[in-house]
């Protein structure tokens, strides 16, 4: 059987007169973006292009969502309840939703962002809140998320649900990553290796030494990183000069 995998980046993260990333050099490399919906960044006019951008090249459009906090780019956690959460995600994904369809597009994922990504990862009340914003919406969406918490309660709830792995970020022992406060440029083909090594053998390098046993279906290039659409390019085509077919998130449920 031949191996599927999804390659998914954080896009139209700019903002007003502020830039973020080079997302048309991205773009052809990914199957699947995730876009921001303004509350962490990107405003109406990133959106829409950021989505018409996507259609061209068939990637698949998803909500990044995230807390409301354009200052701290949506890093720092807050302290909020599930009810508020629900809201924010249902808030960020219908924006998103009106801008794919003036576009002829759809809305097909949704992803959090930063602090409310972490925030999801380990609350259960948090977990729930957002499967339930997505269900919802009633509009057959993807979460795309890390860990078993959230897996179960989107089992539970019927919302489809796609596990990612960070291949330009490392992980410890413990299998958690190891955050960088600013993206550094890091060896296209190194990169490549680990997304074939994910991709094959279902495992990422540990920066102690060894490998960490990890289930995914989508691997996530950062998009701020100086050099994104050279370690996209390298991560693609090498995926798919080993035989790995890359579609989108659609074409994994």
């Given amino acids: 059987m031949t191996a599927r995998i999804d390659i998914n980046a954080d896009m139209g993260e700019s903002y007003g007169r502020w830039t973020l990333g080079n997302d048309a050099e991205l773009m052809p ?27 061209h090249y068939r990637v698949g459009i998803g909500a990044h969502v995230a807390l ?13 309840s599930p009810q508020e959460l629900k809201d924010y995600v249902v808030y960020q994904v219908g924006a998103l939703m009106g801008f794919a369809a003036a576009e002829g597009a759809k809305v097909e994922h949704v992803k959090p962002h930063g602090a409310l990504y972490v925030m999801c990862s380990e609350n259960d009340e ?4 957002l499967v339930r914003a997505i ?26 649900f796609v596990t990612e792995g960070y291949i330009d970020l490392d992980y410890n022992d413990q299998g958690e990553l190891i955050l960088e406060r600013a993206k ?9 290796q680990r997304a074939l090594m994910l991709a094959i053998d279902g495992k990422v390098p540990v920066r102690g030494g060894g490998a960490l046993r990890l289930e995914a279906r989508s691997v996530c290039i950062h998009g701020d990183a100086p050099n994104a659409p050279a370690i996209a ?4 085509e090498g995926l798919e000069h080993a035989g790995v077919e890359t579609v989108p998130l659609r074409e994994l449920i």
Avoid: W
């Avoid at 990914?30 to 829409?48: E, K, Y």
């Avoid at 269900?135 to 890390?146: F, M, Q, R, S, V």
């Avoid at 390019?233 to 693609?236: E, G, H, I, L, Q």
């Fill in 184 to 192: 550094k440029a890091r060896d296209p083909q190194e990169v490549a």
């Fill in 233 to 236: 390019k390298a991560v693609r």
């Fill in 68 to 80: 409301p906090d354009l200052l701290g780019f949506g890093r720092r956690r807050m302290a909020i």
């Fill in 29 to 55: 490399y990914l199957t699947s973006a995730n876009i921001a919906c303004g509350f962490h960044g990107g405003d109406p006019g990133v959106m829409r292009e950021t989505v018409r951008l996507a259609k």
């Fill in 126 to 129: 948090y977990a729930e809140a």
């Fill in 135 to 160: 269900k919802e919406l009633k509009a057959e969406l993807i979460l795309l998320l890390t860990g078993e918490r959230v897996r179960r309660v989107a089992e539970h709830y019927g919302v489809a």
